[in-house]
């Protein structure tokens, strides 16, 4: 099988779960003995190989806008990829929606992974909320199938559309890292710091989590994986709330090993994020047997399950503090939830069950199924 993937930065993964997606589903396709080529952003992805992982890379320009970037470079690939005789072409994220229906003007079936409910997320202003609405709803007409991450989501599409989503959850398996030159270079201690790892943009809260450590008496520390190329005003809010605190550590992006070290060795994990299907991050975390609290979105609550903390996200840093304060003074109730997390992460987020259902639904949709 000849298969495409378009509508991310591409890989090497270095930016969000997406690309990560397509990294960890797209080599073990490969693995599977199918053509897998990946359509990267040439200004993001500097990697100078023509193959990853086995898999084929087609670097091309776009708009380094942020409103623009995405939509150009995935009508610029879909335009590449018409005469390359693909079977499958697997877009992600539903504004691309408007382009998912150019490879099947060549027969080529066309999958879309819509990620979550993107219009909500604060970042956009209110012409680009319409766009992605309106390109949400032609997620449903255009592509031959479409997929969610989240129940919750496939639910929401179910309602609002009376359309039909194949779920296909989130994978996570990363190896376990020992202490080393990440937790050295921030001055960190193993099992002595909270994680929050994501965009620093307004959706994903972490202002939650500062202004939260800020109220409590403990010695540990917090910190803040991330950046974000289009937030300049709120990563200065943010660094405004921690002040001169010295337990508040901004890292800046960290990804591969290093991301792995930190989540190796954290005390907890905390999601703040609004918005969203299942993220990526807090899955991983999972995996790496962290105790997990979160935003108690009804998205964020389907991916624990039973296996972590939830705070109100409404009411902000004032319901978080006490949980974390909770954590903080209870190491015993901290790993009793890190054996939870990690055997759920093992039953539920799999790369390779991943990979078994994204292949199933290729074969079904070549066969004229799941439309």
């Known amino acids: 099988m000849k298969i495409a993937m378009l509508g991310t930065r591409g890989v090497p993964a270095s930016y969000s779960g997406f690309e990560t997606c397509v990294e960890e589903l797209g080599s073990r396709l490969v693995e599977r003995g199918h053509d897998v080529t990946v359509y990267c952003r040439s200004h993001h992805i500097t990697y100078d190989q023509p193959t990853y992982r086995g898999m084929r890379l087609v670097k091309l320009p776009t708009v380094a806008n942020k409103y623009l970037d995405t939509i150009v470079h995935s009508f610029i690939s879909s335009l590449h990829a018409l005469p390359r005789s693909y079977d499958i072409s697997l877009y992600f994220i539903a504004g691309n929606s408007l382009v998912t229906w150019m ?59 009376g359309a039909r989503s194949t779920y296909i959850a989130y994978g996570a398996e990363l190896p376990r890292r020992a ?102 991050a807090l899955v991983e975390e999972m995996a790496f047997g962290n105790c997990v609290v979160v935003h108690n979105t009804p998205e964020n609550l389907e991916t624990i399950g039973d296996a972590g903390l939830w705070y109100d996200g409404k009411a902000g840093a004032s319901s978080l503090a006490p949980v974390l304060e909770t954590l903080v003074s209870a190491p015993p109730l901290v790993e009793a939830y890190r054996q939870r997390a990690a055997q759920h992460a093992a039953d539920v987020y799999s790369w390779d069950a991943v990979t078994d259902a994204y292949e199933a639904l290729f074969w079904q949709v070549l066969d004229g199924g799941a439309g």
């Open 179 to 280: 202490p080393g030159e990440t937790l050295a270079r921030f001055g960190l201690e193993p099992q002595r710091y909270v994680l929050f790892v994501g965009r620093l943009v307004p959706e994903n809260c972490a202002h939650h989590l500062v202004e939260a450590w800020r109220m409590l008496d403990s010695d540990m520390k917090c910190v803040v994986v991330g950046d974000s190329a289009y937030a300049e005003d709120y990563k200065a809010e943010l660094r405004e709330l921690a002040g001169d605190d010295p337990r508040i550590v901004f890292t800046g992006y960290v990804f591969g090993e290093g991301y792995q070290e930190l989540g190796s060795n954290a005390y907890a994990y905390v999601l703040t994020s609004g918005v969203g299907g299942t993220h990526p």
């Open 103 to 161: 490879p099947r003007l060549v027969g080529q079936k066309s999958l879309l992974n819509v990620d979550g409910l993107d219009w909500k997320r604060e970042k956009w202003p209110p012409l680009a909320k319409r766009y992605i609405q309106f390109a949400e709803r032609m997620s449903t007409v255009l592509p031959d199938a479409i997929i969610t991450d989240s129940r919750v989501v496939q639910r929401y599409y179910e309602q609002a559309y």
